[in-house]
C-alpha cells in the first residue's frame, strides 16, 4: 500500500467554524507533513512530524493546530481561519528515518474554502 | 537568489517529441533531488528521484544530476498529451532532513 489519504477531498466553512482535516498512511512511514498550496504555486510547508514529535513549525499562525494521534494519522485542525486561507492543504508522508533520502509521497488533498 | 528556480513555462512540445525540464540549485550541498507531476487541480506525485551525479531512467522518464554545475534535468522521451503538467522540482537540501524546498514549477502543454 503506497497511498497517503486525505478527507475529506472539499470542505467550506466560515470564519467561526472549528474544522479538522484528517491525513491517514499506512506504508510504515515515521515522517508526516502538512503542506499548503495556493494556485499556480508550489506547495508550501507548514508542519513536520517525525517519530510522532513536532519537528517543524514554519512559523505557522496559531488558527492552524496540527495533531499526530499515531503514527499513521496526522490531523490539522483550524479554527477562526481568514478567506486568504482558502488553498488546497497537502498531507504528505516519508520513511523519515536519518540516513535515507526521504522521498515524500503526496495525499490527494483537502480543498479548503473560507467564507 | 532563489534556492531552486525553474523556468515557469509555459513549455510546448509536439507530440512523440523529447521534453527536456532544468532545475538549477544554490546550495552546493543539496544531497537528493525530486521530479514531481502536477495536474492542474490535483496533487503533486512523485515521478523520479535522484541522488548521485549521472543519469537514471525509468521508462520514458530519465533524470540527469551534475551536482558541479548544480542542475538537474527531467527529459521525458516520447511526449504524449498525458504528459501536459506542471512538473516540481523539489531539492533536500541536508541529508536525511525532512524538509524539501521547490522550485516554482514548469508548465508543459504536449501539443497533438
Known amino acids: 500500500d503506497t497511498e497517503v489519504t486525505q478527507t475529506p477531498k472539499h470542505l467550506v466553512m466560515g470564519m467561526t467554524n472549528k474544522k479538522s482535516l484528517k491525513c491517514e498512511q499506512h506504508m510504515g512511514h515515521r515522517a508526516m507533513y502538512w503542506y499548503k498550496q495556493k494556485a499556480k504555486k508550489p506547495p508550501e510547508l507548514m508542519f513536520v512530524y517525525s517519530y510522532e514529535k513536532l519537528s517543524i513549525n514554519e512559523s505557522v499562525p496559531s488558527r492552524f493546530s496540527p495533531e499526530c494521534p499515531n503514527s499513521s494519522l496526522l490531523n490539522l485542525h483550524l479554527h477562526a481561519l481568514q478567506p486568504e486561507d482558502s488553498a488546497l492543504y497537502l498531507c504528505a508522508s516519508s520513511q523519515g528515518d536519518r540516513g535515507v533520502y526521504n522521498e515524500q509521497f503526496f495525499g490527494p488533498g483537502t480543498r479548503l474554502t473560507v467564507l | 537568489q532563489k534556492e531552486v528556480e525553474q523556468n515557469s513555462g509555459p513549455l510546448s512540445v509536439p507530440e512523440g517529441a523529447i521534453a527536456s525540464l532544468n532545475c538549477t540549485y544554490s546550495?552546493?550541498?543539496?544531497?537528493?533531488f525530486f521530479w514531481y507531476r502536477q495536474y492542474s487541480g490535483k496533487s503533486p506525485e512523485l515521478i523520479m528521484f535522484i541522488y548521485s551525479n549521472g543519469d537514471k531512467e525509468d521508462g520514458r522518464f530519465t533524470a540527469q544530476l551534475n551536482k558541479a554545475s548544480q542542475y538537474v534535468s527531467l527529459l521525458i522521451r516520447d511526449s504524449q498529451p498525458s504528459d501536459s503538467a506542471t512538473y516540481l522540482c523539489a531539492v533536500n537540501i541536508n541529508f536525511g532532513n525532512e524538509k524539501l524546498t521547490f522550485g516554482t514549477g514548469t508548465r508543459l502543454t504536449i501539443i497533438p
Open positions: 546550495d552546493r550541498g543539496s544531497q537528493s
